[in-house]
């Protein structure tokens, strides 16, 4: 029989542990256009500079530089949307409500 070894924790590995699969959904959404809107800005500059290093008819170089370019603005609200969605979680997490404003003067039956 092989022993067991206990689960080393980590900060990281609880961290994980306690975000909610919408903030890992956000997270994976701002990395990955984080990533795509820089390629695709490269890759639509050499489309639109007909750039050798892009194997199109010179024809189609055009159109694809167009479309690199409305995908990176799409990967950008992508981004974006992601970025605004976990902050008004963080943002509902940490509003403190309080159910009075004032104290209440006591009555003669809480002083027994």
Same mark, same amino acid.
């Given at each position: 029989?092989?022993?067991?070894?206990?689960?080393?924790? #980590?900060?990281?590995?609880?961290?994980?542990?306690?975000?909610?699969?919408?903030?890992? &959904?956000?997270?994976? /959404?701002?990395?990955?256009?984080?990533?795509?809107?820089?390629?695709?800005?490269?890759?639509?500059?050499? /489309?639109?500079? =007909? #750039?050798?290093?892009?194997?199109?008819?010179?024809?189609?170089?055009?159109?694809?530089?167009? $479309? /690199?370019? @409305? #995908?990176?603005?799409?990967?950008? @609200?992508?981004?974006? $949307?992601?970025?605004?969605?976990?902050? &008004?979680?963080?943002?509902?997490?940490?509003?403190?409500?309080?159910?009075?404003?004032?104290?209440?003067?006591?009555?003669? #039956? /809480?002083? =027994?």
């Amino acid at each position: 029989q092989v022993p067991v070894k206990p689960r080393l924790r #980590s900060l990281g590995h609880s961290r994980l542990r306690l975000m909610s699969a919408k903030d890992a &959904a956000a997270d994976v /959404c701002m990395v990955m256009a984080a990533f795509a809107v820089p390629l695709l800005i490269f890759i639509g500059v050499l /489309c639109s500079q =007909n #750039s050798h290093m892009i194997e199109l008819p010179e024809e189609q170089k055009s159109d694809a530089a167009w $479309g /690199c370019f @409305g #995908s990176a603005i799409l990967y950008g @609200g992508t981004f974006y $949307g992601a970025f605004r969605f976990k902050h &008004a979680e963080q943002a509902q997490a940490r509003d403190v409500v309080f159910g009075q404003t004032e104290l209440q003067p006591m009555t003669e #039956s /809480c002083r =027994n």
